[in-house]
Every structure is written in C-alpha cells, then in structure tokens.
T-cell receptor, first 113, second 115 residues
Framework: EDQVTQSPEALRLQEGESSSLNCSYT??????LFWYRQDPGKGPEFLFT???AGEEKEKERLKATLTKKESFLHITAPKPEDSATYLC??????????????FGRGTSLIVHP | DSGVTQTPKHLITATGQRVTLRCSPR?????VYWYQQSLDQGLQFLIQ???????AKGNILERFSAQQFPDLHSELNLSSLELGDSALYFC??????????????FGNGTRLTVT
C-alpha cells in the first residue's frame, strides 16, 4: 500500500488558470513533508518543507499547505515555465529508526500559453 | 544548481556488465542517499550513508552495493546488470545529523541504459 499518494497524475492548465495539487499520506510520526519540482532529465529541485498541520509556505506563484493527512500545492496564475512534475515526499520514523523520505509518484503539470 | 554532482550523466552498457556511479555531495553535507527512478516505480530509495557508515537500506538488490569514502563522496556499484536495471539513478545529500529535518538536495542523475 502506497504511503504517499499524489493526485491528479497529470494536469493541464491554461496560463493564468489557478489550481491545486494534492498529496495524501498514511504514515504516522511525520517528521516533515517536502515538495519538489522536477524538470525532464533533471534531478528534483527542493521547493518547501512543512512540519506541522496548519503550516503554510509560499514562493512566487506556489503555496504549500499541510493538514494532518494531506498537503496541497496551490498554483496561482500559472505560467508556461511552471510546467514540470511536482513531487511530494514524507519523512517519518522507519522501524529501524531511520528518517528516509518516501516519495509519491508525482503530478505532471503542463501549462499552455 | 543544488551543489550535488553526479557522474557520468549517461551510461550505456550490456547485460551482465558492472558499472560504478559517482556522487559528490554538497559541501558540508554528511548524509548521502541513492534513489532509483523508473517510469513505472517513481523514486525508490536504495541506500543511505552518513559520514562513511551505512545507515539505512531500502529496496536495494544484492547485485547493487555502495560506499561512502572519507572525503564524503559516494559510489554506487551495479553488477550483473539486467535490462530492468535501466533507469535514472539519483544521489541526494542532506545536512548534518542523520535524523535532521533538513531536505534532500538532488544531483541531476545518471541515466543508465542496459542493452
């Protein structure tokens, strides 16, 4: 069973059309939820870390929020350069005591001009 | 630029062969993580090293091994390669403290193609 589920798998928007991406998780003992952006052929680029329910972070047109079971990445008035895959990862305490981030499969976002 | 360097960028090899992927973490980072990314599996954690010692293992095959050297660079060795090993292999590093909440910073990966 996936611990981190992202939806939708793919999203097509018109430039300026705001929307939200969802990341739901089933782990307990959350030690951080991370959002990354990944461009084709590149490594994931860190965007935000959220630690507790109610926390919000913003960067340009992106805003990330966190509840006890999910996180949203809101994209306001997106531009074509926001096209990328957005990955969510959760860090929690593994049975062996390690803190390894587990990634969702991502949402592929395409913004049309 | 994340500060994490991976070489080579591309690798094409035949089944049954052995390859070594190299990673230099960000300056000051003690933890190195290896992930495999394929189209059908997403990012899968392989192994973590902290200051030269193995700290956590994920779904890493017995044919794969890794190490972290005193200068903190890391190598991932893949042997007896199979077609299914074709994927992007990413290295990431994070700040001091294996349990720290600092995010992972990724390199741009090595694309391995096994023919």
């Amino acid at each position: 069973e996936d611990q981190v589920t992202q939806s939708p798998e793919a999203l097509r928007l018109q430039e300026g059309e705001s929307s939200s991406l969802n990341c739901s998780y089933t782990v307990s003992g959350l030690r951080g939820l991370f959002w990354y952006r990944q461009d084709p052929g590149k490594g994931p680029e860190f965007l935000f870390t959220l630690y507790s329910a109610g926390e919000e972070k913003e960067k340009e047109r992106l805003k990330a929020t966190l509840t006890k079971k999910e996180s949203f990445l809101h994209i306001t008035a997106p531009k074509p350069e926001d096209s990328a895959t957005y990955l969510c990862a959760v860090r929690h305490i593994e049975p062996g005591g390690s803190y390894i981030p587990t990634f969702g499969r991502g949402t592929s976002l395409i913004v049309h001009p | 630029d994340s500060g994490v360097t991976q070489t080579p960028k591309h690798l094409i090899t035949a089944t049954g062969q052995r390859v070594t992927l190299r990673c230099s973490p960000r300056s000051g980072d003690l933890s190195v993580y290896w992930y495999q990314q394929s189209l059908d599996q997403g990012l899968q954690f392989l192994i973590q090293y902290y200051n030269g010692e193995e700290r956590a293992k994920g779904n890493i095959l017995e044919r794969f091994s890794a190490q972290q050297f005193p200068d903190l660079h890391s190598e991932l060795n893949l042997s007896s390669l199979e077609l299914g090993d074709s994927a992007l292999y990413f290295c990431a590093s994070s700040g001091r403290g294996q349990g720290a909440n600092s995010p992972l910073h990724f390199g741009n990966g090595t694309r391995l193609t096994v023919t």
